[in-house]
């Protein structure tokens, strides 16, 4: 199994980024996929998940900034951040049946 995170780097407070997550090894339209974040000197959150069925979830602290979608086609799991903010600044990670990517590095600040 892997899942490799891309898309991150260094945007002004109010703009937005697409993650990537592209998994392999597994059959990836049957699992759940998650989206965390880890910011400096503070423990991993979970921030969004893209169910299998097809609806999606959002911790209360990125609903209506943040959109997670998924490509069956394309085994790959995308986090659409809009109005990002300083507090968004943390190393991304995606998770499926278990396993986490490396992370991807997000940093808002002007």
């Known amino acids: 199994v892997q899942l490799v995170e891309s898309g991150g780097g260094l945007v002004q407070p109010g703009g937005s980024l697409r993650l990537s997550c592209e998994a392999s090894?597994?059959?990836?339209?049957?699992?759940?996929m998650r989206w965390y974040r880890q910011a400096p000197g503070k423990e991993r959150e979970w921030v969004a998940t893209?169910?299998?069925?097809?609806?999606?979830n959002y911790a209360d602290s990125v609903k209506g900034r943040f959109t997670i979608s998924r490509d069956n086609v394309k085994n790959t799991v995308y986090l659409q951040m809009n109005s990002l903010k300083a507090e968004d600044t943390a190393v991304y990670y995606c998770?499926?049946?278990?396993?986490w990517g490396k992370g991807t590095l997000v940093t808002v600040s002007s």
């Open positions: 090894g597994f059959t990836f339209s049957r699992y759940n």
């Open positions: 998770n499926g049946m278990n396993f």
């Open positions: 893209a169910f299998s069925a097809g609806n999606t």
